[in-house]
T-cell receptor, first 115, second 114 residues
Framework: AQTVTQSQPEMSVQEAETVTLSCTYDTSESDYYLFWYKQPPSRQMILVIRQEAYKQQNATENRFSVNFQKAAKSFSLKISDSQLGDAAMYFCAYRSAGSNYQLIWGAGTKLIIKP | SQTIHQWPATLVQPVGSPLSLECTVEGTSNPNLYWYRQAAGRGLQLLFYSVGIGQISSEVPQNLSASRPQDRQFILSSKKLLLSDSGFYLC?????????????FGSGTQLSVL
């Protein structure tokens, strides 16, 4: 069975600096998708970025980028120029390419932005 | 554009009482629908998903049930709540037939069973 591990329960960063959130996963599959979701204090879950495992190029979305290391089964999220609005819980998630339904979620990392 | 509505936002219920949480999606047809539960400080646990009217799949044996009486309506129910049913419940939808598509989440329901 697949598992997703986020080893950092909490991270803090100074506003305008860069922070990296870690995520590792375990799978025997070769085709899958990875996601980072953000859950601000409002508690609504919002997709930040996604990566297809068959793509070698790392996904980027404005200030958010990932470092996808398929062999190491690592999928870290880098947030550049951190802003106060980035403060939230961040969840890493895995979905098998063979499944439309089951997302495997990490436990989350709480990101604190220091003004 | 598509929107998802989930209500109520908060609910306090006594042990043994029934439960009904409702979720509706607008602006799309035949979406995949999901119910998740999030325990305090934890990740999300998939409870139910549905790919069509009347089609419900359960991921975790529990005290809860789900129904999809209409294409864009998803209901989470219980006949008798347990203390362990407390948590934050999130409804979500996604486009059908797209494994890499993102989930769109509702605003959630905080359920406290006392």
């Amino acid at each position: 069975a697949q598992t997703v591990t986020q080893s950092q329960p909490e991270m803090s960063v100074q506003e305008a600096e860069t922070v990296t959130l870690s995520c590792t996963y375990d799978t025997s599959e070769s085709d899958y998708y990875l996601f980072w979701y953000k859950q601000p204090p409002s508690r609504q879950m919002i997709l930040v970025i996604r990566q297809e495992a068959y793509k070698q190029q790392n996904a980027t979305e404005n200030r958010f980028s990932v470092n996808f290391q398929k062999a190491a089964k690592s999928f870290s999220l880098k947030i550049s120029d951190s802003q106060l609005g980035d403060a939230a819980m961040y969840f890493c998630a895995y979905r098998s390419a063979g499944s439309n339904y089951q997302l495997i979620w990490g436990a989350g990392t709480k990101l604190i932005i220091k003004p | 554009s598509q929107t998802i509505h989930q209500w109520p936002a908060t609910l306090v219920q006594p042990v043994g009482s029934p439960l009904s949480l409702e979720c509706t999606v607008e602006g799309t047809s035949n979406p995949n629908l999901y119910w998740y539960r999030q325990a305090a400080g934890r990740g999300l646990q998939l409870l139910f998903y549905s790919v069509g009217i009347g089609q419900i799949s359960s991921e975790v044996p529990q005290n809860l049930s789900a129904s999809r009486p209409q294409d864009r309506q998803f209901i989470l129910s219980s006949k008798k709540l347990l203390l362990s049913d407390s948590g934050f419940y999130l409804c979500a939808w996604s486009w059908a037939l797209a494994t890499n598509e993102k989930l769109f989440f509702g605003s959630g329901t905080q359920l406290s069973v006392l």
